[in-house]
C-alpha cells in the first residue's frame, strides 16, 4: 500500500475522527475514504459482546448436513 504524508493540522483533524470520512476537495469531489486506525466499520458498534454471548447460548439451529440435504432437494 502507498503511504501520504500529510501536514500536522490534518493529522490533528484525521487523529480526533471517531469513524471514517470521506475525504473531499474544495469543490467537494470524493478523493477518497479515511478509516481511522482500529476502526472496524462493517460490525463497530453493531452488537454489544453481552448481545453475542447471549446469542451463543441460545438452543436451536440445524445441522449443515440436514441444511445441504434440503438444498439438494431444492435444485
Known amino acids: 500500500m502507498s503511504q501520504l504524508t500529510v501536514d500536522a493540522t490534518l493529522s490533528a483533524k484525521l487523529r480526533d475522527l471517531a469513524g ?3 475525504i473531499v476537495d474544495e469543490s467537494g469531489r ?3 475514504r479515511y478509516v481511522p486506525q482500529g476502526k ?3 460490525t463497530e458498534g453493531q452488537i454489544s459482546a453481552e448481545e453475542l454471548a447471549r446469542r451463543r447460548q ?3 439451529g440445524r445441522p449443515l448436513a440436514e441444511i445441504l440435504a ?3 432437494k431444492q435444485a
Open 40 to 42: 472496524d466499520t462493517a
Open 70 to 72: 434440503d438444498l439438494e
Open 30 to 32: 470524493i478523493l477518497g
Open 20 to 22: 471514517p470520512v470521506e
Open 58 to 60: 441460545e438452543p436451536g
